[in-house]
């Protein structure tokens, strides 16, 4: 089925299949959900390796995505520019990095990325008020906020700097048993 | 080794790995000074040289896992690759990596349909996540109990069921016929038309089972009905005894691992949140069972310590104390209260089966006979009364008491709760195994008319040396062990059918109580006490309540094999009600707290005392 497929070359899917945890005909697939997205943006010849990125608005709107808090965050980390306009290879990295084959340690680096709302490299206290009040919805009080953020950062902070580096993310990550799974 | 992306991309793309087959990728930084880049070449020259020395799989595997964008991966893919270009021909790779991907598709959707039907197949997990989110984990751990209690009896009845009843069913034993006089109460009392179904012991027949060969007998196919009573019934608990200290253990591991990590609200809020959740509903579950979950923790952290003066330390222990005498004094006296209730009904009885024998015995008028049944049910509605009305007692008691945590007070309520119990069943193990099996063989004529009115005793009749004699085979080693049991045999029933009987009209009259217990409390503190707040889900006495009746039912399965087929309807019941009485009725508690070891204490509250008991209990009536 799908012998002579046109979208891509051959060594083009070779690269993704080698590059990313999918397969050539999942690799089709998501080049058709994201056709689908915007018809008229995206080509249906990836030959020549066209330029054509989507905007966040409709990234988010996928029903995958649709319900998860942090939708837009994840968007952003995956974009070239930081504003959530992916082209294709990015989106095709996205669920890469978020499918169920992607090893542990590449999901830590992108799942700090996604918390880390200033884009700093470090997850400081505003970012974990917002990172809160997305998880729960904003149920609870702003005390408790404050008092979660606080320990929080107490309890990971290695290096004393009151914000989290990557090092002190991963070191804390590494003790739960369902990290991201 | 670092590797550096043009400045005004903003994915980062450094990362650093170790040569080694399975590169660790840790830590990054986005790098913006030019003046690195020449020495981040050079590490790309590096990178490469080192890609190329790996085989292809290894090679493929280690990209994989970089975390840089898909154009700069292929990129240092094809360079990787230049050396050991080899270009198949376009026509044989399509075929062969076509199937290879139909296969790696096929064999992951397999995968992912069998996790989610496995994690479909967790019972009521909805149920309880909707519990947690809105009420905590201490009313969680109470379902979850009753979720494990629910497995056991399936587990019993199972086994039971296959070994036991099954065979019985298929050959009947031959009985006489008598008419079953219906009063309605034998839902209730389980004598009657009951007495003579595969619901009690006597019905099992103490014999051999034959396959009536028609033709030619080849090979009998024959079923030692009372050797499989035994085992069955020693197996099922050696099996129970066995899961129920391995989930033991395993509870207190967990609850050990989960006291000593620190940093457990920082996981918390890291890496509770399931990605892979997509439907709205469960979205908003999972918000609520991590906001209460956040808000516990917070609770735990945040407890101040109250210094207190030495007075308020004396009155409260005071108070306390008083409190501890009025629950123990409170206790004893309905332990005794019952005790002599039970003592006047027995001999009642025996008053009554003498008057009866001495007189004629056909001369039986509906009127005494539908008082006799009722009267059978005396007993076992005290002992109800008195477990439904001592809890709410001692939470009278304890309302005088303050503790400062809600784990405290609520591991006090559960041992008080514990004691009443204790006590009861004592009680009556003691009226059942001392009182009853122990006068009745003194009087043979009483006897008589027992199994002439329980009629379950279809043993007595049958003229076993004959039908022994007939098993070749079973003649060596079983005769002896028959025949010098049968005595025993003939008065243990008689027994037995009188154990059986109370056994079992206590397990049906403990499920219209715990049934209609739910809807009660609410109306109770909203007309009688006239407050206006709901009340709160009263843990401690739900979870004796469980305990006290899975006791019942171990003790009660020797006698009865399909008691745990009424324990598990009685469960199931049993879940929904509370749940909806829960939902509808009661309020989260005041004090958000976390039961982390909840769930390890009600499994070895059930293991010690109570399976243990029964345990002890069964073992002694089949030795004797």
Not at chain 2, 325 to 334: E, N
Request: hydrophobic share 40%.
């Amino acid at each position: 089925m799908g012998n002579k497929q046109t979208i891509f070359t051959d060594e083009q899917l070779d690269a993704y299949q080698d590059c990313t945890f999918f397969t050539r005909k999942e690799i089709l697939r998501l080049h058709g959900r994201f056709h689908e997205l915007a018809p008229h943006l995206v080509p249906m010849d990836y030959t020549d390796d066209p330029d054509v990125k989507i905007p966040l608005t409709l990234i988010v709107n996928m029903p995958e995505l649709k319900e998860n808090p942090f939708r837009n965050r994840i968007v952003e980390s995956f974009s070239e520019d930081g504003l959530g306009n992916l082209s294709f290879n990015d989106f095709v990295d996205m669920f890469s990095v978020l499918s169920e084959m992607a090893p542990r340690e590449l999901k830590a680096i992108y799942a700090f990325k996604i918390y880390d709302f200033n884009v700093d490299n470090y997850i400081c206290k505003e970012d974990l008020e917002k990172t809160l009040n997305k998880l729960t919805k904003e149920e609870l009080t702003p005390e408790e906020v404050n008092l979660v953020c606080e320990k929080a950062i107490e309890e990971a902070d290695l290096d004393g700097d009151s914000k989290l580096s990557f090092a002190d993310f991963e070191n804390m990550i590494s003790r739960a048993p369902d990290f991201l799974s | 080794m670092q590797l550096c992306r043009r400045r005004q991309s903003h994915r980062p793309s450094i990362h650093s790995f170790s040569r080694s087959a399975r590169p660790s990728i840790c830590g990054y930084r986005v790098e913006s000074d030019a003046a690195h880049f020449e020495a981040e070449e050079n590490k790309k020259e590096q990178l490469i040289n080192n890609l190329q020395n790996l085989s292809v799989g290894e090679r493929v595997r280690m990209l994989k896992a970089i975390p840089l964008n898909l154009a700069e991966k292929s990129e240092l893919r094809r360079l990787a690759s230049n050396k050991t270009i080899h270009s198949p021909s376009p026509h044989e790779i399509p075929c062969c990596s076509h199937f290879k991907d139909y296969i790696i598709i096929a064999l992951r959707n397999g995968r992912y349909s069998w996790l989610s039907f496995v994690s479909s197949m967790q019972l009521w997990q909805t149920a309880l996540k909707t519990v947690s989110g809105r009420f905590g984990t201490g009313v969680l751990s109470y379902f979850v109990f009753l979720r494990t209690l629910f497995f056991f009896n399936v587990f019993l009845l199972l086994v039971t069921g296959l070994f036991l009843v099954v065979p019985q069913a298929v050959r009947p034993p031959v009985l006489k016929k008598t008419a079953p006089v219906h009063f309605g109460l034998e839902l209730l009392t389980g004598a009657g038309y009951f007495s003579d179904s595969l619901l009690y012991y006597g019905y099992y027949s103490n014999y051999t089972l034959q396959k009536p060969c028609s033709n030619s007998c080849g090979s009998h196919l024959s079923y030692n009905m009372p050797l499989a009573y035994f085992f069955t019934i020693g197996v099922a608990f050696f099996i129970t005894c066995i899961i129920l200290v391995y989930s033991m253990s395993q509870s207190f591991g967990q609850s050990f691992r989960v006291d000593r990590s620190k940093g457990l609200l920082t996981i918390k809020v890291f890496s509770c949140w399931d990605f892979k959740v997509i439907k709205k509903s469960s979205v908003k579950l999972q918000c609520e069972n991590i906001s209460t979950q956040l808000k516990e923790l917070v609770a735990e952290v945040n407890r101040k310590e109250v210094k207190s003066s030495w007075l308020q330390c004396l009155f409260t222990v005071s108070v306390q104390l008083l409190a501890w005498f009025i629950c123990i004094g409170s206790t004893v006296a309905c332990a005794l209260a019952v005790y002599y209730f039970s003592e006047y009904m027995h001999k009642d009885l025996i008053d009554h089966k003498h008057s009866c024998s001495n007189s004629s015995q056909t001369a039986e008028s509906s009127g005494s006979v539908l008082l006799k049944e009722a009267s059978l049910l005396a007993l076992p509605t005290v002992v109800s009364s008195v477990n439904l009305l001592m809890p709410g007692f001692f939470n009278t008691v304890a309302w005088m008491e303050e503790y400062d945590s809600p784990s405290k007070r609520n591991y006090v309520a559960i041992f008080r709760n514990l004691m009443l119990k204790v006590s009861m069943l004592g009680v009556l193990c003691f009226h059942w195994l001392g009182r009853v099996a122990v006068q009745h063989p003194k009087c043979m004529d009483l006897q008589r008319s027992l199994l002439g009115e329980f009629r379950g005793a279809g043993v007595i009749p049958i003229p076993v040396d004959g039908l022994h004699l007939h098993h070749a085979g079973y003649l060596n080693w079983r005769a002896p062990l028959e025949v010098s049991h049968l005595p025993r045999r003939i008065t243990q029933s008689a027994q037995h059918s009188e154990h059986r009987t109370k056994t079992d009209f206590y397990c049906f009259s403990k499920l219209t109580p715990s049934l209609s217990l739910a809807p009660t409390p609410r109306l109770f503190t909203q007309k009688v006490l006239k407050k206006k707040r709901k009340p709160v889900f009263d843990i401690a006495r739900n979870v004796l309540e469980l305990i006290y009746g899975q006791t019942l039912a171990w003790l009660g399965v020797l006698f009865t094999p399909l008691l745990p087929a009424v324990q598990v309807t009685k469960l199931l019941l049993l879940f929904y009600v509370k749940k909806m009485s829960l939902m509808m009725n009661c309020q989260a508690p005041r004090k958000p707290w976390l039961a982390s070891q909840m769930t390890t204490f009600f499994i070895t509250l059930l293991c010690f005392p109570s399976f243990l008991g029964a345990a002890v209990c069964v073992t002694y009536t089949m030795w004797t």
